[in-house]
C-alpha cells in the first residue's frame, strides 16, 4: 500500500467517477471534508506518483461497437518474457499487457494481454500480426474470447480501487 | 445516442480525454474551451454517454496493487452450472470483472480489496460455495502504461 489513510478516502470517493456538476472536486471534497484546492492537489500527486495510472474518460469498449474482446496467453520462456511483454505493450491495439504466474497442470501461460477489436476476424489478424512483431510467433498461444460480460465494475463499494479488466 | 451518429465534437471528446483529464477547478469548462462548446454541452453529452453505456465514468483509473491488492481468478465450471456460478461471484462487491471467455477454463474475473487477506478469502469463500476450484492468478509484473485507447473512426 502506497497511500495514506486521508488518500485512501478520497479514492473511495472518486473511484466511481467525478460528479456531472460544473464544481466536481467541490462536491467531492464536501463528501471527505476537504477544501476544493485539497481535492485538486491530492489527486495530482496521486497521478504524479502512479497510483492513478490515468484520470479521465473510461470508455466501454463493447458498447462503443469494439465486441470482440480477446484475452490472448502466451507461453513464452521466463528469460524472454520481460523483453516480450513490453514490446506487445506497446502495439496500439493492445489495452494491458501483464506476466502472471503459471499453474500447472492447469494453466501454462504467463503473459497476458487484451486485444479490442470490431469484431472477432479483425482482432484475430492482430493477434497474428502481435506475434510476429514481438518475436513470439514460434510461442505457445491461444485467445480467449468473451461470450458473456455478466459484470464490469464494482457497485458502490469503499476503499476498492476500481483497476481495469484482467 | 448512436455512435454511427457521432460528429467531430463527440468524437473529439471520447478520444482527447481519456487521460489528462484537468485537474482545475471547472474540468468540463476546461474540456469546453478546447473543443469550442460551452461547459453545459459537455456536461449533457457525458450524462448521456454514461446513460447509454458508451464510457462506464469519468475518474481515475487505478494502478493494480498500489492502492490495494488484486488478482485475477479464473474456473472451470460445468456447462450447465455456468449461470449460477457466475451469479454467485457477481454477488461479490470485491469483483468487479466478470466473464464468460471461450476455454475450457470458462469463468475469468478480477477480485480487488483493500488487502491481500480479504481478496484470498473471497477466492477461498467462492471455491467452499461451489465446490469448485479457484485458480489464482495475481499480477507479477505490468507492462502497459494504458494511455487509453484509439478509436478507429471510419
Known sequence: MDVTAKESELIAAVQDGLPLDPRPYAAVGRRVGLTEAEVIAGLRRLVERGVIRRFGLVLSHRDLGYRAN?????????????????????????????????????????????????DRKAVERQIEDAADAVGAGDCPRAVLFSTRRFKQRGARYADCPATEAM | MNVLQFGMLEKDLLDDFQRDFPLVPRPYKAIADRLGCDEETVLDLLTRMIEAGLITRVGPVFAPHRAGASTLAAMVVP???????????????????????????????????????RVAAVLDEIAARTGLAVIDLPLEQAFHIDLGFPLQWT
Open chain 1, 70 to 118: 480477446g484475452m490472448v496467453v502466451w507461453d513464452i520462456p521466463d528469460d524472454a518474457v520481460a523483453t516480450i511483454g513490453a514490446r506487445l505493450a506497446a502495439l496500439p491495439y493492445v489495452t494491458l499487457c501483464y506476466r502472471r504466474p503459471r499453474r500447472p497442470p492447469d494453466w501454462h501461460y504467463n503473459l497476458f494481454c487484451m486485444i479490442h477489436g470490431r
Open chain 2, 79 to 117: 456447462v450447465d452450472r455456468v449461470d449460477e456460478v457466475a451469479a454467485l461471484v457477481s454477488e461479490y462487491d470485491e469483483v468487479n470483472h466478470n466473464y464468460e471467455r471461450e476455454h475450457r477454463i470458462n469463468l475469468w474475473f478480477v477480485v480487488c480489496a483493500p488487502a491481500a487477506q
